[in-house]
């Protein structure tokens, strides 16, 4: 089908609006490592600080942690996806939830409830960092590996059946035809465990993308080091880049696809095994969740003094978030539907915002810095706006991907029957294929929202005076607020989190009615 | 075989290739339907009759070759000159694309409503039309709601609702049992006669060709190999695959 002009236009409004956000923050940084910038003084003379030992010790411990959580998402995430996906696991929904939620909290959070449980002579140190984010990020792993063995052809499965047990069908069918979505998974969970700051700042684990934010927001101010220091930072974050297009980027389409269809079908049986094996599924699925009984425990006597220290905070982080999500889901729509159509040029744009994800969040921090604080644009640097686009260059890509697998469920004939009944594409999008997948569509800005939410990384670098988001102010208090006070801001968090989850669940189930 | 360059033909291919990446599908295909006819493009499984559909409704693009709508160029040489939504032609497709989140009537509205149809004249159109398809009392409900022989009829419906230059069918009664199929291509019959416009229909199955067609296109490995009335088919057999078609 022809791309008319409406959808031209649409598609370069979209284009735009990700090219605001994503390239002013990377073409900054240019001026600011040469030193050109007046944020940047003296940023020459700390290129000698690339060579040194210590920073290619922290480059390289920071590159095998993220690596090793990587590994250990896999370990745990592959199993459970399969099982989940396509397995009669005993109350599959449940554990999948609840293993699911404590991604969409801030992993600091999650470090929080570990030592209130555990203490700290098991954290303070590379392991505990590992056993942090491996349990929060291993939720996308299974989420993403069971949504794509659920988009699996049942007849692939059925002609294994027919000459195999469900194990070796699982192993040797299911398992390889879902590596798309598990190289997916395995480039964003290294992008986020790289980009992290909370967690190995909150367990004293020194890290490369912490010695960058200590000169931005710490005591060794010199902005202009920090732009020197995050060029290896982009240098990694080309590199998974580079992984993700090879192994996953030309197959972004069917990678989109797989999921949500076929999602009623019968399951795969674990026979005498069921029972064993659901109760492990839902012991690594709670396992996940422990940190928040640490929490509660350290609460208790917490909420009392809460509404005083909360003041804005919710609201800025709602607001910055609801504002990014928006923005995200507009392009996500334009640009999914583009991707999966296959449109002309989206490509290139679905790749741009892939660069803006594996970006670890100080490299973008500081430029957005260069790229925003400037006497003509106080108006964004200055206000809560800076922390929406910020937002928009990190996640953008799950706006554009959610929507590209949701219109991917529908075929393609829904809209060209539009198309021949005399239907422009404006038409097409607002009032066949948006109402048709509003659910997922709902699904992308809820997605996109919650993980808005939960980032630290991001606005703990650019937020205005006196209007820090609640991930700020938590990670803010916890060096020197009493434990329980911040223990209950944290359990504020979740509640927020929660109750967005919740409402997005029901109408979730509402739209997909139609 | 060349079938084109009728003056008065409604939907032309003149010397059309279609090309999916390196593989063929259409080579040098010429075929034409005249005004107020029902052709019947009949062939196997991956003999190209969907192309030659898709390439009507703007769908498919061909590399070589020109496509004609109502004397009019809409694709020539890779170049698409009238896209789909210009065309004024219908269709109803195999899985027939109904939009789940939309009524009966809604199915109907929206594809007067995109032609620029009054809302009065449309309301009107519709009423007038469903209950010749059986759908009276059916405008309210979603797909989901309705039978698979309803759905085919809002299919039907939703085609014939905007008078269209002519319309197209891809292979509509493939999915139906064989009562239900019967009692749709009476159906069928009696819409298309009743209409007097333009039809083409693809199908890989004969009884819909004898059924439908005042003529019959037969198409193997891309190419046209005879065109006729189906008592010439049945005559004079071009080849060896008409003369198996005509028996089967």
Redesign the interface.
């Given at each position: 089908?022809?791309r008319?002009r409406q959808q031209e236009i649409a598609l370069v409004f979209a284009a735009m609006l990700l090219a605001c956000a994503v390239a002013p923050p990377l073409l900054a940084l240019v001026p600011e490592v040469t030193g050109s910038h007046a944020n940047a003084p003296g940023a020459t003379s700390a290129f000698p600080m690339l060579g040194s030992a210590r920073t290619g010790a922290l480059l390289v411990r920071s590159v095998c942690l993220s690596a090793a959580v990587t590994a250990a998402s896999l370990v745990i995430g592959l199993p459970l996806g399969v099982l989940f996906g396509r397995f009669d696991v005993l109350g599959a929904r449940v554990a999948w939830a609840l293993h699911a939620f404590p991604l969409f909290l801030p992993p600091f959070l999650l470090a929080l409830g570990w030592f209130h449980l555990l203490g700290g002579a098991l954290l303070f140190d590379a392991f505990g960092v590992v056993l942090v984010l491996a349990f929060a990020l291993t939720p996308i792993v299974t989420s993403l590996v069971a949504l794509s063995v659920r988009g699996v052809d049942p007849s692939f499965e059925e002609a294994g059946l027919a000459a195999a047990g469900p194990w070796r069908v699982a192993t040797r069918i299911l398992a390889p035809m879902c590596s798309p979505a598990m190289g997916l998974a395995a480039v964003a969970v290294f992008s986020l465990a790289f980009s992290e700051l909370g967690v190995p700042m909150f367990l004293r684990v020194d890290t490369y993308p912490v010695a960058v934010f200590a000169r931005l927001g710490g005591m060794d101010y010199a902005p202009g080091d920090a732009a020197v220091l995050s060029l290896p930072l982009v240098g990694v974050a080309i590199a998974v880049f580079a992984l993700e297009r090879r192994t996953t980027g030309a197959y972004a389409r069917f990678v989109a696809t797989a999921g949500l269809r076929s999602a009623e079908r019968s399951r795969l049986r674990l026979r005498r095994w069921r029972i064993p094996v659901s109760l492990g599924a839902h012991v690594v699925a709670i396992s996940g969740t422990l940190p928040l009984v640490g929490l509660c425990i350290r609460a208790a006597v917490g909420f009392s003094r809460a509404g005083e220290w909360l003041g804005a905070t919710p609201w800025n982080s709602l607001a910055a978030s609801a504002g990014a999500a928006t923005v995200i889901t507009g392009i996500g729509v334009v640009l999914g539907h583009g991707l999966v159509r296959q449109a002309r040029g989206v490509r290139w744009l679905d790749a741009i915002a892939v660069l803006g994800f594996v970006m670890p969040a100080a490299v973008l921090g500081v430029g957005m810095i260069g790229a925003w604080n400037r006497a003509p644009t106080q108006f964004i640097y200055g206000t809560l706006v800076v922390i929406a686009l910020a937002f928009v260059a990190r996640y953008a890509v799950l706006g554009i991907r959610v929507c590209a697998a949701t219109f991917a469920q529908s075929?393609p004939?829904?809209e060209?029957?539009?198309?021949?009944?005399?239907?422009?594409y404006g038409?097409r999008l607002v009032?066949?294929m948006m109402?048709?997948h509003?659910a997922g569509i709902a699904g992308a800005w809820l997605l996109v929202f919650v993980f808005c939410l939960r980032d630290l990384e991001t606005p703990v670098l650019l937020y205005p005076p006196g209007s820090e988001p609640l991930t700020v102010r938590i990670f803010t208090l916890e060096a020197n607020g009493p434990p329980a006070l911040v223990a209950a801001l944290a359990l504020i968090h979740v509640a927020i989190t929660a109750v967005a989850l919740a409402f997005g669940a029901l109408l979730f189930r509402k739209g997909r009615r139609? | 075989m060349s079938d084109a360059g009728s003056p008065h033909a409604c939907l032309e291919l003149e010397d059309v290739t279609i090309e999916y990446g390196r593989a063929r599908v259409l080579s040098g295909l010429s075929l034409s339907v005249q005004r107020g006819e029902t052709l019947v493009l009949v062939g196997a499984s991956g003999s190209g009759k969907t192309s030659v559909l898709r390439a009507f409704?703007?769908?498919v693009?061909p590399s070589r070759g020109a496509v004609l709508i109502g004397g009019r160029i809409a694709s020539q040489d890779g170049t698409?000159l009238q896209?789909?939504?210009?065309?004024g032609?219908?269709?109803v497709?195999?899985?027939l694309?109904l939009?789940?989140?939309?009524t009966v009537h809604a199915n109907l509205a929206?594809?007067l409503d995109?032609?620029g149809v009054a809302r009065s004249e449309r309301d009107r159109l519709i009423a007038d039309l469903l209950p010749r398809l059986g759908l009276a009392n059916r405008s309210r409900r979603?797909p989901r709601e309705l039978s698979g022989g309803e759905r085919q009829r809002v299919a039907l419906a939703?085609a014939l609702v905007?008078d269209p230059v002519a319309v197209l069918f891809d292979e509509p009664l493939t999915n139906l049992d064989v009562v239900l199929k019967r009692d749709m291509l009476a159906l069928l019959r009696e819409m298309l006669a009743a209409r007097g416009g333009t039809a083409l229909y693809v199908t890989h199955d004969p009884r819909e060709a004898r059924a439908l067609g005042d003529r019959v296109a037969v198409l193997h490995d891309g190419r046209i190999v005879q065109i006729g009335t189906w008592d010439e088919l049945c005559t004079a057999p071009a080849s060896e695959f008409v003369e198996a078609l005509t028996e089967a």
């Open positions: 089908m022809g008319d075929p004939d829904m060209h029957a539009a198309a021949v009944f005399g239907a422009h038409r009032r066949v109402p048709m509003r139609v | 409704l703007g769908l693009v698409l896209p789909p939504e210009s065309r032609l219908a269709v497709f195999q899985d694309a939009w789940p989140h939309m929206f594809a995109a032609r979603y939703r905007v």
